[in-house]
């Protein structure tokens, strides 16, 4: 299950502006709604772009459409990351030339706030771009990027059509894949890691962790021991932590 639509995004009314919208800079468009049973040429036009370009869209009621946006939209929204999603090319030069060449992974962490709070942590360390799966991700909008303040426009963000499989391209692409779980069996300590660069560090969503498909992309698990009694911490906060620890491991190489 999806959460609710985060208020305050950026939201695109009108057929005509999410025409060109899709037609210019699809890389902005995050969710395009059009309402149910909405049935003319540029109805069918955006939702042809939206299949060809990668955007997902949404068949919503006029309810919906409602409760999303005030004003007269005529049937048709687009939700806008105005930073723009980036290509996967772009992204892994990026982390290649990084200070920091890593990559972090977000698999279902749907909370705006801590997917904000990980993206500024990252680019304070000097990181090289987020993964975020099309489906089931925090919407990177107001709330988010009140947590970044202005990281999410430094850093190349992309979303991928299927996560494991983006995790495929960039094994085979020379970057070691690390998954961060609570601990278990096969899970190491962080702290005895000795992280292969370039890296991507997966993390699991707040409620759930990783899934299956991520996690058997994972070359190693690891744990952040908590010898004060605490079984588990806010993924922001355990993401700030591992990504310290990936920091300072950079730093002993060099």
């Known amino acids: 299950m ?37 049935r003319d040429a540029r109805s069918e036009e955006i939702l042809d772009l939206c299949r060809a370009r990668g955007v997902r869209f949404r068949l919503s009621s006029p309810e919906e459409l409602g409760r999303l946006y005030a004003g007269r939209c005529q049937g048709v929204l687009a939700r806008v990351f105005e930073a723009g999603f980036s290509g996967l090319e772009e992204a892994l030069a990026a982390a290649r030339n990084a200070p920091l060449p890593l990559l972090l992974a977000l698999d279902q962490v749907l909370d705006p706030g801590n997917a904000g709070t990980l993206v500024r942590t990252l680019c304070a360390l000097g990181g090289g771009g987020l993964v975020i799966p099309k ?20 850093l190349p963000v992309v979303k991928a059509a299927n996560l494991g499989r983006t995790l495929d391209l960039l094994r085979d692409d020379g970057f070691s894949i690390y998954g961060a779980v609570s601990v278990s069996a096969g899970a190491r300590s962080v702290y005895e890691l000795r ?3 370039p890296a991507v560090l997966a993390l699991g969503g707040e409620e759930k962790g990783l899934r299956p498909g991520v996690l058997r992309r994972c070359a190693e698990l690891v744990h952040i021991p908590m010898p004060g009694g605490f079984d588990s911490l806010n993924v922001a906060q355990a993401g700030g932590i591992l990504l310290g620890f990936f920091s300072a491991a950079r730093r002993d190489e060099r």
């Open 135 to 154: 489906h089931q991700a925090a919407y990177l909008g107001a709330g988010a990027a009140r947590s970044a303040a202005g990281a999410l426009e430094r």
């Open 2 to 38: 999806t959460r609710p639509e985060e208020p305050g995004g950026h939201l695109l009314p009108g057929v005509r502006a999410v025409l060109e919208l899709l037609r210019l800079s699809p890389e902005r468009a995050d969710m395009v709604y059009i309402r149910r049973g909405r």
């Open 195 to 197: 992280p292969v660069f």
